[in-house]
């Protein structure tokens, strides 16, 4: 049997008791954002014997390489290596996160039409359906030709269409059953007055347009996270949570990286949990910490100014301000450490930062194995989140 349907028939086993609520846990989903985050969280799931989703999204992961240079076959290839190098081996299945028009940041920011948008979608679906991914979150919830939030009808209309086509490439191919995932807003604009509201009308409508085989298993919608904050809102969730349960599917929340509540998850029903530039901020963090090892013994590093560097050149930075014509060095020390250490993520594989990276490792090697101690970091990281959100020996 392909191992690749099996995960996909685990992955149904899992969901099972969550949907009965005869269980409570909140799978977890880790963005692979550097090699160091892959081997860590796969590590981690092998100790915990915990399930795993890898969740990519287009602009991590592509057919033009995305900012790791992985495609969806590289990746899956590389899941596969590593994992069978592991003991007990972890059960992982990789998915498409964001899957969307204009999810894709050179897309939005060229302000492509739909019908590019679009067809850029299918082609990122197209390329991870054929590696073996059976997990597609649809995301359309951007649209950079609308002002504010975008109507109802529209997400509806464009998310079915994109569920239609995705089942119909499925079938067409025989691949083994899609797992799949829908929502509106991450964070509810502050421009609705009512998300719950907006929530129930997107999935009424959904549901009435769609047959079984797409209906979702996760919907993302706002508990109360949001990017870079520690906050969760626990009886805003419960709600959501109750809401989503009626029409058969699992509340999935996204910005989980900084949540120091994480253990509420399972508690509030929450089915599942992304994990991004988090994990970023960690590596970041492992490393700057080698650097100051570096310094303490008279080396004189260059890993952290190269990161600097690259990133701001990379201009990428700048999706996470709210001046976009800001210049960095203009703003707070606070300010620019955050966004160092979760834009990270964007220039990890630059080949100035690897080779800086490199040249780091050698300076402290006497003293310690740096790659082995930044995986270290990660892997206990993943570890402890996987202890919080109760997935441990759930491959049982």
């Not at 239609?164 to 067409?172: C, G, L």
């Not at 260059?302 to 690259?310: F, N, Q, S």
């Not at 570890?383 to 997935?391: E, G, I, K, S, W």
Request: aromatic residues 8%.
């Amino acid at each position: 049997m392909d191992q690749r349907i099996s995960e996909q028939d685990q992955l149904a086993e899992w969901v099972a008791p969550l949907r009965d609520q005869s269980a409570a846990y909140t799978l977890l989903a880790v963005c692979p954002t550097s090699d160091a985050v892959l081997r860590g969280a796969l590590a981690a799931a092998s100790d915990a014997e915990a399930p795993l989703l890898i969740a990519a999204t287009r602009n991590q992961v592509d057919v033009d390489g995305g900012y790791t240079g992985w495609t969806p076959r590289a990746l899956v290839d590389r899941v596969e290596a590593l994992c069978g190098q592991l003991s007990p081996t972890p059960t992982v299945l990789c998915c498409v996160d964001h899957g969307g028009p204009w999810c894709k940041d050179a897309e939005r920011i060229a302000g492509v039409p739909w019908s590019e948008a679009k067809a850029g979608t299918q082609t990122t679906i197209r390329a991870a359906l054929d590696a073996g991914y059976r997990y597609v979150h649809i995301d359309t919830t951007i649209d950079p030709h609308e002002e504010g939030p975008l109507p109802v009808e529209t997400m509806v209309q464009r998310t079915q269409e994109l569920l239609s086509w995705t089942e119909a490439y499925r079938q067409e191919h025989n691949y083994s059953r899609v797992t799949y995932e829908v929502g509106i807003e991450e964070v509810a604009p502050a421009a609705v007055d009512d998300s719950h509201a907006r929530l129930d009308a997107f999935l009424t409508q959904l549901y009435d347009g769609i047959p079984p085989e797409q209906q979702p298993t996760f919907v993302v919608s706002d508990v109360g996270t949001s990017f870079g904050t520690g906050q969760f809102d626990t009886d805003h969730a419960r709600q959501v949570v109750r809401h989503v349960r009626s029409f058969g599917a699992l509340v999935k929340a996204h910005y989980s990286d900084f949540v120091e509540m994480l253990d509420a998850y399972p508690r509030c029903g929450v089915g599942g949990a992304n994990i991004g530039p988090g994990l970023s901020a960690i590596e970041y963090e492992s490393l700057c910490e080698l650097e100051s090892l570096a310094k303490s013994i008279g080396a004189t590093p260059t890993w952290h100014d190269t990161l600097r560097d690259v990133l701001v050149e990379s201009g990428r930075w700048r999706k996470w301000t709210t001046d976009a014509g800001a210049d960095f060095d203009a703003l707070s020390a606070d300010q620019q450490e955050t966004l160092l250490a979760t834009g990270s993520r964007y220039v990890w594989a630059h080949p100035a930062v690897e080779e800086a990276r490199a040249s780091l490792y050698d300076q402290v090697a006497a003293y310690r194995d740096g790659d082995a101690y930044v995986t270290w970091r990660l892997r206990s990281a993943v570890t402890d989140m996987m202890h919080a959100l109760n997935v441990v020996g759930r491959l049982e």
